[in-house]
C-alpha cells in the first residue's frame, strides 16, 4: 500500500506547509501508474503552519483523489486540517501521541472520517494491563483505529518483534472480535485495493525504488542522508553512492513497513 511521502529530502519536513514545490511533487507522484492511497506520514503542528494555502491545496486534491491524509500532528493543526475540507479522510499518527481517550472520543465523534493510529500509544497500558479507558475507547470505536509499525528508523526494525508482542498484548486482552478490528480488519477495509488493481500489475522494485522521491524520504531526526530512512551511522551508503542505491536498500524494509502496519 502506497503513500506519497511529501517530503524530498530531511529539511522538507519542516517547510512543506509552505512550500508550492511540495504541491509539484505530489502531482509528479500521482501522475506514475501506482495505486496511491494516501499522503504522508507528513508533520505538522500548530493551527497556522496546518492552515496554510498550500495545505489546502493538498487537502483539496486529496478529497478530489480519494486519498487518505496520513497526519502526524497535534490538535490545532488536526482541526485546521478539517477546515480545509470536513470531508478530508485522515489517519491520524498515533492518534496524537498524548492526547487523552477522552478528546480522542470527542474527535472521533466530530469527524467521522477521522481514523486513529496507535504506534507510540504506549499509555494504551499500564504494566501490560489495558488501561480501562482505552478498553472504553477502542470497544467503542472499534472501526476507528489501526496499528502501524512505525519502523521509521533501524532501532524500530530491531524492536519489531517486542513492539508486535506488546500490541498483542492488550489485544488479547479486548474481547476477540474487537482486538480483530483493531489488529487487521479496519485495515483491510479502509484501505482496500483499488478497483482496477494496477499495482499487481507493477513490479515491487517499481513501486518504492525506481525514483528517490518522497516515497522513502527520511524523517528521522538523528539522519541527514537523504531517501534512506537509514540513520547515517548505520546505513550503508558510501559517500559514493546514490540515493537510489540507498533506496534500493532499504525498499524491502519500507514496504513491509507499510503492509505489516495495517495487516499483521
Ligand atoms: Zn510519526
Redesign the pocket.
Known amino acids: 500500500m502506497a503513500f506519497i511521502r511529501p517530503y524530498r529530502n530531511h529539511a522538507d519536513r519542516g517547510t512543506w506547509f509552505r512550500d508550492p514545490a511540495i504541491y509539484a511533487l505530489i502531482e509528479q507522484e500521482l501522475s506514475r501508474d501506482i495505486d496511491w492511497r494516501g499522503i504522508g506520514?507528513f508533520?505538522v503542528f500548530g493551527a497556522e503552519d496546518a492552515g496554510t494555502p498550500e495545505v489546502k491545496r493538498i487537502v483539496d486534491l486529496a478529497v478530489k483523489r480519494g486519498l487518505w491524509l496520513h497526519a502526524?500532528c497535534d490538535e490545532a493543526a488536526l482541526e485546521a486540517l478539517y477546515r480545509h475540507d470536513p470531508r478530508a479522510r485522515i489517519v491520524w499518527?498515533?492518534t496524537g501521541f498524548g492526547v487523552p481517550p477522552e478528546r480522542i472520543a470527542q474527535w472521533l465523534d466530530r469527524h467521522p472520517t477521522l481514523v486513529g493510529e496507535l504506534s507510540y500509544r504506549y499509555d494504551v497500558t499500564s504494566d501490560g494491563k489495558l488501561d480501562p479507558a482505552w478498553r472504553a475507547l477502542l470497544t467503542r470505536y472499534r472501526d476507528r483505529f489501526v496499528l502501524g509499525s512505525?519502523t521509521?528508523i533501524n532501532e524500530r526494525w530491531s524492536r519489531y518483534g517486542e513492539i508486535m508482542a506488546l500490541y498483542r498484548g492488550w489485544l488479547a486482552q479486548l474481547p476477540s472480535d474487537v482486538a480483530d478490528d483493531v489488529a487487521y480488519r479496519n485495515g483491510e477495509r479502509l484501505f482496500a485495493p483499488g478497483s482496477d488493481n494496477r499495482r499487481n500489475r507493477l513490479p515491487q522494485w517499481l513501486i518504492w525504488g525506481s525514483t528517490p522521491i518522497a516515497s522513502n524520504a527520511c524523517h528521522a531526526d538523528a539522519c541527514t542522508a537523504e531517501y534512506t530512512g537509514l540513520p547515517r551511522s548505520r546505513s550503508r551508503m558510501s559517500s559514493t553512492s546514490s540515493a537510489r542505491s540507498c533506496v534500493q536498500a532499504t525498499k524491502t524494509a519500507s514496504v513491509s513497513a507499510v503492509v505489516v502496519s495495517f495487516t499483521f
Do not use: N, P, S
Request: charged share 30%.
Open positions: 506520514e508533520h502526524h499518527a498515533h512505525d521509521w
